[in-house]
């Protein structure tokens, strides 16, 4: 019975310190406290710590330059069209249906496309240029040649848009319904067109490029949103406006690798930037046995020489050591710990050593 009692105690005191040895709570340490970014105007202080802490995170790590975000300002001076009928363009299809021409059967109604430069050829009067006017105006035009032509008096005309070809905008990339939209307003904003798109698809990356033709340049202009900033601070400074002829892309995110002596093993995808330690916590942090002092990181440099680093855990969650950001490719091994392992095996040992004993112990005699 003494040596009953004695086994207990023994397995008692490695229990308590294999689990001090043995687990990592792997909790994130907090960030520091946010403050304007480097280079700003004494005034950008004020209006930074105005914002959540949230927006203050997403706009710290955004992925829209200074330059992406004055160049959507700039696209956003076309909202004053918004509110307006819809302007004609080249490559729009008018229906223009004259009334007395009805009551005579001649024709029923004519079916007008807007050339490149803007113009219609209505049989009978010299082409109109209609580029950049709703079809009121259209109408009104139609008739007051009409009337000075001599062909009518007072003729009774409906004109309508049959079909909408002058604003064709692109979506490629990681969203739901990628094609080519034509779209039936004057103006549209980013978050409007990727809702007519689908929106971006689930492995779809946090930040979207517009591409648009730079006049007189070979090389589109390329316009960054960081679409976790625009969808979750619902900031309109990042909601450009749309031009015909844009390109929405949306790429796939990037993944990094995790793999060994984790929870869940595996791919996960850089949706936003991602540091070592939320990388771990998403593969579902380390086993038991994991080597938290010495985890290796594989990375591409240059994209072709592969080099190792490794990274202490347990400085990084005490504050000690810099907790670094992932970068596309990454590959992050866990390796288990010798020590670990054999402390292991030898509770195992135990356990199996106490069953028997307890058997013995309490079988009759």
């Known amino acids: 019975m003494r040596n009953l009692h004695l086994t207990r105690y023994l397995v008692l005191g490695l229990g308590l310190l294999f689990g001090q040895g043995c687990t990592s709570s792997l909790n994130i340490p907090g960030r520091a406290a946010y403050s304007a970014p480097d280079g700003s105007p004494p005034e950008a202080a004020t209006v930074y710590q105005e914002r959540t802490v949230e927006e203050r995170e997403l706009a710290r790590f955004s992925s829209s330059s200074v330059l992406d975000r004055v160049r959507i300002r700039e696209t956003r001076k076309d909202l004053i069209h918004r509110n307006l009928d819809y302007l004609v363009g080249a490559d729009d299809v008018l229906e223009i249906s004259i009334f007395e021409w009805e009551l005579t059967q001649s024709t029923r109604s004519l079916l007008l496309r807007v050339s490149k430069s803007g113009m219609i050829a209505v049989p009978g009067l010299d082409p109109l240029l209609v580029a950049g006017r709703s079809v009121l105006d259209i109408q009104q035009i139609i008739v007051r040649e009409m009337e000075t032509a001599g062909i009518l008096q007072k003729p009774r005309i409906a004109v309508t848009v049959s079909e909408y070809r002058s604003r064709q905008i692109s979506a490629i ?23 007519l798109a689908g929106g971006p698809a689930t492995d779809a990356a946090s930040v979207a490029y517009i591409l648009r033709s730079s006049p007189g340049g070979d090389e589109p202009l390329k316009i960054t949103v960081d679409l976790d900033e625009l969808f979750k601070t619902r900031r309109t400074e990042l909601d450009a406006v749309l031009q015909a002829g844009d390109v929405v892309y949306v790429p796939i995110a990037p993944f990094v690798y995790v793999y060994g002596a984790v929870l869940q093993p595996g791919a996960i995808g850089l949706r936003k930037p991602t540091t070592f330690l939320e990388a771990i916590a998403l593969a579902g942090g380390f086993e038991r046995e994991a080597d938290s002092q010495r ?37 992050i091994i866990v390796s288990e710990s010798p020590s670990k392992t054999f402390a292991r095996g030898l509770w195992e040992v135990i356990r199996s050593v106490v069953s028997v004993s307890y058997r013995l112990d309490t079988s009759p005699e």
Do not use: M, W
């Not at 990339?173 to 809702?195: H, K, M, Q």
């Not at 592969?306 to 990084?316: A, C, F, G, L, W």
């Open 295 to 331: 985890v290796r990181l594989n990375r591409k440099t240059r994209g072709v020489r592969e080099e190792s680093i490794y990274v202490n855990v347990d400085r990084i969650e005490s504050g000690t050591q810099q907790d670094p950001y992932l970068h596309e490719g990454d590959i």
């Open 173 to 195: 990339g990681a969203v739901n319904a990628p094609g080519v939209y034509a779209i039936r307003e004057n103006v549209i904003t980013l978050i409007d067109f990727l809702s």
